[in-house]
């Protein structure tokens, strides 16, 4: 008779300790699922910015490369820093 009662007993006690695991788990996903989200979503933003830096470069170089060809020294300047100095071929 006493084993009977003891069986229910531990019964209780695997199924409130799967009942707290479960608690734990829910408490996990909760505080974990924003922070991927937002992982997420900053690695989506910061890939759009490579490719908005890329083609500003690709347009910087372009301008660069045409101004080269007609020999315009004010847009090539104007693409350089103040502190740059360049020595060009004279024209």
Known sequence: ???V??????????LAALAGL?????MLTRTKLPLIVALLATSVLGFAQEKSDAATIRALELKWTESYKQRSI???????????SAVFPSW
């Open 22 to 26: 479960c608690k734990i788990l829910r």
């Open 1 to 3: 008779m006493e084993r």
């Open 74 to 84: 004010d847009i090539l300047s104007s693409l350089l820093a103040d502190e740059a």
């Open 5 to 14: 009662l003891r069986k229910p007993n531990r019964l209780r006690q695997e």
